[in-house]
């Protein structure tokens, strides 16, 4: 496995599925691992999928990095939309991979550029729908 020091190879198909969710809203989470040394796309969520998808999506014992394109209403009745970067590390996930995607993650987000909030959770109640919709606004 690579260390934070030699850094972690980026597949090209993440930054492009990244830019296709932030530019034309095509989908509405997109999930990535660490395979090989690299970071890769591992599930994509079309964007009639919910958040609950996106929750269920998640592997209950394996590290994700994760976006999604959360639609909120503001009190004054506005539509708006915030793109979270989730760096999902469960606590029954292998020592050896939560220090991998920790050491991992700050390169690969800089990858990502149009991220505005961040979320680590480490259990489905850290990054519950009112998380993210307190986050949001």
């Known amino acids: 496995m690579a260390n934070a020091a030699s850094g972690m190879a980026v597949d090209d198909e993440c930054k492009l599925k990244f830019l296709e969710l932030k530019a034309r809203r095509s989908y509405r ?9 690299q970071v890769i796309v591992d599930k994509i969520g079309g964007s009639d999928q919910t958040y609950e998808d996106f929750t269920n999506s998640l592997p209950a014992d394996e590290c994700r990095y994760a976006v999604f ?11 708006k939309s915030k793109i979270f970067f989730i ?17 991992s993650k700050d390169r690969f987000k800089r990858e990502l550029d149009g991220i505005q909030v961040e979320l680590q959770a480490t259990d ?13 606004i």
């Open 29 to 37: 989470f997109i999930t990535y691992k660490i395979e090989d040394q």
């Open 69 to 79: 394109d959360f639609d909120f209403t503001t009190d004054e009745n506005c539509q």
């Open 124 to 136: 489905p109640s850290e990054m519950s729908f009112d998380i993210i919709k307190s986050r949001a």
């Open 87 to 103: 760096a999902w590390s469960p606590d029954t996930s292998k020592v050896r991979m939560k220090m991998v995607y920790a050491s």
